[in-house]
């Protein structure tokens, strides 16, 4: 499974950005596909995924009510809408494919067997 995310860029505080992931090859494998942010001397953190066949989603606590992760499967993408964005979201965001089921959304970066180049977020105050 190859991933290509895009999307991002700069923008004011309060703004918004959509940032697409493409997923191609053995898409038929994937379970999950998932969000990810590291900051600069920080550790990556979870941001959002969903079930690539299914309803099963799940929003990182902290940015629920502003982020929202959706699908297009004909389009094999996944996307990730930023809402309301802070400077403390100013980070590189990677989508991630999970390719083992699992009942629950899978937060963990162990999880996750397939990750895209990451695109830069960067919020100005």
């Known amino acids: 499974v190859q991933l290509q995310a895009s999307g991002g860029g700069l923008v004011q505080a309060g703004g918004s950005l959509r940032l697409s992931c493409a997923a191609s090859?053995?898409?038929?494998?994937?379970?999950?596909m998932g969000w990810f942010r590291q900051a600069p001397g920080k550790e990556r953190e979870f941001v959002a995924a969903?079930?690539?066949?299914?309803?099963?989603?799940r929003v990182s606590d902290s940015m629920k009510g502003r982020f929202t992760i959706s699908r297009d499967n004909t389009e094999n993408t996944v996307y990730l809408q930023m809402n309301s964005l802070k400077p403390e979201d100013t980070a590189v965001y990677y989508c991630a494919a999970d390719h083992t089921y699992s009942t629950v959304v899978p937060v963990d970066l162990s999880a996750y067997d397939y990750w895209g180049q990451g695109t830069q977020v960067t919020v100005s105050s």
């Open positions: 969903m079930r690539w066949r299914g309803m099963n989603t």
């Open positions: 090859g053995r898409t038929f494998n994937i379970d999950f």
